[in-house]
């Protein structure tokens, strides 16, 4: 395997997570839910974190199972799953090397989970894994982020800038992100740092982490290729989670693909 896991989230970022990450401005969570309703079956949420997916898709019935690298995003899903008397298995394992046993009608990568993986490598064997565990008319649906902005303004590079400011709890706490993003536009690959902190009413930082990861990003045709070379076929790529293909302009690819 190569040395970069998808990210195992913890400390700090892992606590901050939904109020950074848990928006849905492009309404994915509600594509997913459609999908979900049309393909039928039992489903797996790869990368599901908190839940910020599994957990509509489990409340509009959905056989859902869940499956996430973070210890800490396991434990917060298993006890939100509990509190909201859902039924689902959250499992903590890894997406390169997964064997449940078992297969899935669906299998969802929400948000930018497969674009944690930074080595072809490991690519390669995440998708096998996915093949594997999918039925003859399974379907494979992913999420994908293109940082169009980043790539064009090559003066950012290397610049901290505010990313999120929220306010937290009832005693006029606050939240931040900063984040430093450096692009090797040859590789497609973005080295991220972001600064999380936790302020006081008064302004004084009482927590802090910093934290690194790295993301790919792809282009479709790269995709097709990539994806016909793992065993897929019936690839459809999506703009924004809406109904035209993915072309520029578009924030977001929603990619499907069926076994062969």
């Not at 064997?125 to 996915?130: E, K, P």
């Not at 790539?151 to 999120?164: A, M, N, P, Y």
Request: hydrophobic share 40%; aromatic share 8%.
């Amino acid at each position: 395997m190569g040395s970069m896991s998808y990210k195992d989230y913890n400390g700090l970022e892992a606590e901050l997570y939904d109020i950074f990450r848990g928006g849905d401005e492009l309404d994915e969570i509600g594509f997913y839910s459609e999908v979900a309703a049309d393909q039928g079956g039992n489903c797996l949420d790869l990368g599901c974190g908190t839940g910020r997916v599994l957990l509509p898709l489990a409340r509009q019935g959905i056989h859902i199972t869940g499956l996430d690298a973070s210890q800490f995003m396991v434990e917060e899903c298993r006890a939100r799953v509990a509190a909201e008397g859902l039924s689902a298995e959250i499992l903590h394992d890894d997406m390169r090397t997964f064997d449940l046993g078992r297969q899935f009608d669906l299998i969802l990568l929400p948000g930018a989970t497969f674009q944690l993986l930074e080595e072809r490598e490991d690519v390669i064997s995440a998708l096998q894994q996915v093949r594997a565990h999918l039925l003859p008319d399974g379907l494979m649906l992913m999420s994908l982020f293109i940082p169009y902005y980043e790539i064009v303004h090559e003066s950012l590079d290397g610049v901290w800038r505010l990313e999120r400011d929220e306010a937290i709890g009832n005693d006029g706490q606050r939240a931040i992100c900063h984040v430093c993003a450096d692009l090797d536009r040859c590789e497609q690959v973005m080295d991220l740092r972001h600064r999380f902190e936790v302020i006081d009413r008064s302004g004084v930082t009482v927590k802090s982490e910093l934290k690194r990861s790295r993301l790919r990003w792809y282009g479709k045709y790269e995709l097709e290729l990539l994806l016909a070379s793992a065993g897929f076929q019936s690839v459809e790529i999506l703009g924004d989670f809406g109904d035209e293909q993915a072309g520029d302009g578009h924030a977001a690819m929603a990619v499907f693909a069926k076994r062969k």
